[in-house]
């Protein structure tokens, strides 16, 4: 047992470094440069230009194959070039959805003329793709949505509303899943396309979260025209292409980083007098410590677990559908205690140093324990697939869309 | 046995109630959360008018003289409206404090203007991101001037005076005496500070050689402060309660309304286990709050016990349930739009205010300690 | 608000204590009762004889009507004078399930002259009954039972199996429920029954718990022949009797005393050095230790609003409906921490006081939350009767009960 | 990045599993729990035979001289079948005091012993109710002779020898000394004792004027017997995942078999995340248990973090899945005839052995305060 790369990936990684060095700027303070990257208002040209280096040198989609611009590499190598990354000053996060989950959809299902257009453009970070998959009504059960995409002549007209779509007021092209044939049931009435959000008739409006930030949208169709070219995959396979697309989501590997943790918490603990002395030595605060130091480490290693299985060129077990499940509330908790070891001074966002960072993060993860599937849509996922116990009773499953109450 | 409140309480209870209802719905307190407003006025001058700030002030300095029962019903309307009045700084901290440890001139000359709502006060102890204790109160006291820095203050800007907990010299617990402060004075600056719930504002108060007198005795601010967060733990469980209350109804509600695959969200297990979570917590947070009060009327030998199990429980069923209402409604629950926040985060001002859950819990078992021994 | 009787209720509480003065001895000290008790070979014995004398007196079931041995009280003054009694040493326990729920069953469905005959005996502790619901395929889900009843003539022939059945092996009488239509879905084909558990056919074997005790019983029957007398209700409405029964249940008020609580695990916490002295000063345990006395004393608190409801003559509200969830976890996890502040020794039965006990409740809560209605069965009940939240989807509801898988 | 045990190691295991499904199904941990044997000698002479109690000694010693990888599998193995022998008393907590601190003539003496399974030892640290200290140490040991008693001593019946921990005189820590006595001679008697597990015997020890000798050095008990339980820690936690994980599958296996309200329990969310927490605490459990096995092979600088967070998750996950196994189960599955019951007495003489989880928790921010200032 040990954490050495192979002598492979320990070439690569060398190699990485190197291009990087050369390349970007190494950061000092990790949490300094969070902050600088987000407040930065051209934040999205310089990723941009970011993306197109990493294109051009061949490691913005290492996994992908080589007519495409990847280098047909192992997920292992990519997740060691994100390692590597992450220890640089660099413009992140606006084409994850893109070329993690639109572009590959686009690969099992669009033409080659199509894939020669829109390939490069995404991997260079010159054409923004996002996800129009949830709606108000069709949050957890995404087979249940509503837009209605109707034949007309050789073109399809969309009508209805989606929601959630991260990125949609930067995009320049999205995946939409709209349903076909409501007479039929859910799943099987679905389609899907691509289109340009540029398109008349699509309008995008942002959500404010009760974070206060807004980095998802509404997105609005009205009679919105495209041609049947732009279909992808049959008429009436649209959860099928939903799948991969939702199946590329999974493959990613990683944690929210950049949070406040175990350490943060013990230097606050330290650093606070309760009556008894300073809250690092209070056997309570010391227990919950102790506890979230633990599934802190849990999951890091649950984490090299899914890298080990990946190094040796295997499919990763089910460990790592553990992860969001522990961090969210984890994260939700510490906040709260921060908080209280503050004392009554614990809801003031100013004065103390982090002090704003678990309030953040209490409310944030109030928000981390839904995103991306609820604390109970993954523990249904987990005693499904991994436990192997039976569904639910699916009242929905056999019914007409349009028969459903 | 009589546990439980009279007729003519849950009569007032209904009262409140539909007044908070009608006039203090959730986009008022969604006005003040996204305003500048200190705090709803109309609400407040509408609660001052339903006599609620003179409840429990004797009929001799113009007020109700009614029972602490009356004030503990109220109480959890206003928590179930989450209602951006000063309740808990003035109808509860600064009105008890006066009570507790007035002089007579005290008491004759604010009681009547909290009664009538002429006045609103306040209670300032804490001195920024430190359990407050006497030995890290830096605020000081002497010759009839204060100095010093309180913050956060809860309703600190509107509020007509404050009762400020400083050092005055002495040793130990003895080292803190509570003094009554105008804050509209010259030697008083004030500053709104932001926090996670701004529907509720909260202040920073700078004295510099302020113009103070003392309330009760020197060297018996600790003391009495102990009495009087006593007193109000008891009462803001019941705001708590109804806070919890509200978040659980407002999670039921949309249980029953989102369908997820094809039934209502609150068919699955997922769901209605939770949501029985929230009610147990409920149901034990609300028989522990009514022995509180039952220990603010009777004799009150037991009233240390009674409020700090009240709080605990009052403080967790709140917490829970705020949480809980949010993860219910999913996504549409952590939007800015929706009502769920406005509970979330006064859980958490309701929780630290008077001190959090593990100091109350050590404090607990301190007085069952004591009560054991006796 | 108070904790006083009304004049009434302290006139009927003078007037049971001066009863019970002059009957029974008063105890000394709780748990040494509570132990000599159950070590008593005689024990039932003895509790017919003190139940007879009871019911001479008028107290073996206060409400109800006078024609049964009862005195028409309040169910208040029944809770006064099981206070007034759990303060003398008498035996107890071998008539509740008779008295509260056989009988009361019989009152709604047997004919007068067969209430002539069993009221009494029942009421005087000459004639113990047991309720033979539940079976192994049929335990949450009572109306699941396939014991059948075959009419034959004038008579009726039970073959199956019932199991968890309290006190079967000092009974003299059961009430049985048994499918007789197993044609139509499973509520409807049900008809209940009473019957001498000295009928031929009739077999009860004891059930060794987890703890080492045998309470329950498995019973069988094999070809056991009783007229259509015996029957309670109408053929087919066996639910509804059945839900008679439960309903009765249901009107106790009370919690499983004379265990160790909050009081008891203090004194273990200050007679405990942990490594930074006595465990009463830990926080840890200053933590859970409030957390119980919040639980015990809301548990209480709740009781007592009940009893208020009571008292005022009013239906109680469904508060008490929390008081197994909370008490069999909390038991559970008293009984795990005491077990930790002993230390490696805190497995052993001997050495500790009360080091048994907490053992022994450690044990007996892994069984408090299955009896009676497990935590997830109440908790299905808390959403459903008192939030109002929809039934789970029934499969079973409408299909007959010999064509479910 | 290798962060998994190799292909041999794999082999090893599913080895000892098979020999385990087959030697020691569940009816035998009934037989001995029901009966009077110490252990399951059949079950524990077949392990010997696969050579398990040689694995971690050195061949020099008549041992396998394997890596402490290999015991961990074992010892999941043993945890899964929650098998009845004297494992965690002498295969590791003996045999890792004698390679930790016995001289040269010990092991000589006694490790080809242990290796060939002609003999087994204990560890014998507690003297009754009590988390163990050295200023609660009463058993004294001077002159070659050792007095006292020792309660409970896990597989005290039957071994060979015992290392005790014992009084030697000095000061604070430095009070105590481990101490290797024979336990075949006339000054020791010995005397079973009732546990919550009695599949796992345990036993009191009165030591009258035994001959014995020390084991390492005078004054250095308590720190060798903190190294050896950070050790035994790691093994233990493997022992607790293989147990949680056997009463989870057991759990799960019952949800998909028994129905009510015409489905598989197994189909309700309650059930369904139950298990899956189960699940969660087991992956929390098992990773955290993988670094302290890699604690134990590569230079070990950071065993004792990661033995204690390895316990602390290891205990953790046992005791949910052992108690949540039997709720699963509803009433069956508190009967005496039901499995369930094993893993749920097993769960917490796992958990208390070495100190229970809050010690172990406390211990653990005691270190990651040392590491952070280094």
New interface residues.
């Given amino acids: ?5 192979t002598p492979e ?1 320990a070439a690569f990684r060398k190699e990485v470094r190197a291009w990087l060095e050369a390349n970007a700027t190494r950061k000092s303070d990790d949490k300094q440069s969070f902050r600088a990257r987000n407040d930065d208002p051209n934040l999205l040209e310089k990723a941009k230009a970011w993306q197109a280096k990493k294109a051009a040198a061949g490691y913005a989609r290492i996994t992908w194959p080589k007519e495409y611009g990847g280098r047909g590499g192992t997920p ?1 190598l990519q997740v060691i070039y994100q390692q590597e990354e992450s220890s640089y000053l660099v413009p992140l996060g606006f084409f994850d959805i893109g070329l993690g989950m639109c572009i590959p959809t686009m690969m099992a299902y669009a033409t080659p003329e199509q894939l020669t257009r829109y390939v490069k453009p995404a991997l260079y970070g010159e054409e923004v793709w996002c996800q129009l998959f ?1 709606e ?2 069709a ?3 995404v087979a ?1 949505i509503r837009t209605r995409a109707e034949r007309d002549g050789n073109d399809w007209v969309i009508n209805g509303q989606k ?2 779509t991260s990125g949609a007021h930067y995009s320049d092209y999205g995946i939409i899943i709209t349903r076909t044939d409501p007479s039929v049931p859910k799943h099987q009435g679905l389609t899907m396309f691509f289109l340009s959000m540029k398109t008349p008739g699509v309008e995008v409006r942002p ?6 930030g807004a980095n998802f949208n509404e997105v609005f169709f009205t009679n919105v025209r495209i041609p049947d070219s732009q279909r992808l995959g049959k008429v009436g396979e649209g959860w099928k292409a939903a799948l991969t697309t939702l199946m590329n989501e999974r493959l990613a590997v990683g944690l929210p980083s950049g949070g406040l943790d ?2 943060e918490l ?1 230097e606050l603990a330290r650093d ?5 002395g300073p809250a ?1 030595r ?6 919950k ?3 979230w ?3 802190q ?6 984490r ?2 899914t ?6 060129g295997q499919t990763p077990g089910p ?1 790592s559908s ?1 992860i969001k ?2 961090a969210a509330s984890k994260m ?1 908790d510490m906040g ?1 205690l921060a ?2 070891l ?11 140093p982090n ?1 704003a960072g678990f ?1 953040a993060q ?2 944030a993860a ?2 981390f ?3 991306g599937g ?3 849509i ?3 996922i ?3 697939r ?12 056999d ?1 007409p869309f349009n028969k ?2 | 046995m009589n546990f439980d409140f009279s007729d003519d309480q849950k009569l007032l209870k209904e009262q409140v109630r539909k007044f908070l209802a009608d006039k203090c719905p959730t986009k008022v307190v969604r006005r003040v959360l996204d305003g500048n407003e200190t705090h709803a006025d109309e609400v407040w001058k509408g609660l001052v008018e339903l006599g609620v700030p003179a409840t429990t002030i004797p009929e001799a300095y113009g007020g109700l003289g009614l029972s602490p029962l009356e004030l503990c019903v109220i109480a959890e309307e206003v928590g179930r409206a989450a209602a951006p009045v000063p309740f808990d700084s003035s109808v509860v901290l600064a009105t008890e404090a006066l009570k507790l440890a007035g002089t007579e001139a005290q008491k004759v000359k604010w009681l009547p203007l909290l009664a009538s709502g002429e006045a609103t006060g306040t209670v300032a102890v804490a001195e920024g991101p430190e359990p407050p204790r006497p030995r890290n109160t830096r605020t000081t006291f002497g010759g009839g001037r204060l100095n010093g820095k309180k913050v956060p203050v809860i309703d600190g800007e509107a509020a007509s005076f404050a009762i400020v907990l400083a050092n005055t010299g002495g040793q130990g617990e003895r080292a803190v005496s509570l003094v009554l402060v105008d804050l509209e004075q010259a030697g008083v600056s004030r500053r709104r500070v932001e926090t996670v719930d701004p529907a509720r504002k909260h202040a920073e108060l700078v004295f510099n050689d302020a113009a103070a007198e003392l309330l009760g005795a020197e060297g018996e601010g600790w003391r009495t402060l102990e009495r009087l967060y006593d007193t109000a733990a008891v009462y803001l469980a019941f705001a708590q309660v109804g806070g919890a209350e509200a978040a659980m109804w407002m999670a039921r509600d949309y249980a029953l309304q989102r369908q997820a695959f094809g039934r209502q969200i609150g068919s699955y297990q997922a769901i209605k286990h939770k949501l029985a979570d929230c009610y147990v917590k409920l149901e034990l947070a609300r028989s522990n709050a009514y022995y509180g009060a039952m220990m603010l009327t009777d004799d009150g030998a037991d009233l240390p016990l009674a409020a700090a199990a009240a709080r605990i429980a009052a403080t967790d069923a709140y917490d829970f349930a705020a949480k809980e209402n949010i993860q219910t409604h999913g996504g549409i629950g952590f939007t800015w739009e929706a009502d769920t926040q406005f509970h979330y985060r006064r859980s958490r001002v309701l929780a630290l205010g008077l001190g959090g859950p593990m100091a109350w819990k050590d404090k607990l078992v301190t007085r069952l300690e004591q009560k054991n021994v006796t």
Same sequence: chains 1, 3.
């Fill in positions: 047992m040990d954490f050495n790369d990936e292992i949830s108000p009504a949050g957890s059960d249940g929601v959630w959500i404010k979260q009760m974070s206060g175990v350490d013990m606070t007098e309760l009556e008894d690092i209070n056997q309570q605060v010391r227990g410590l102790a506890e130091y633990v599934q480490q849990g999951l890091r290693f649950t090299y677990r890298l080990t299985a990946l190094s040796k460990e553990i499940i522990v939700q709260a908080m209280e503050m004392g009554p001074a614990g809801i003031m966002k100013e004065e103390v002090a309030q209490w409310i109030a928000g324990r839904i995103a609820t604390d109970e993954l523990r249904n987990v005693a499904e991994v436990l192997g116990l039976p569904q639910d009773v699916r009242v929905d499953k019914v459903l109450k």
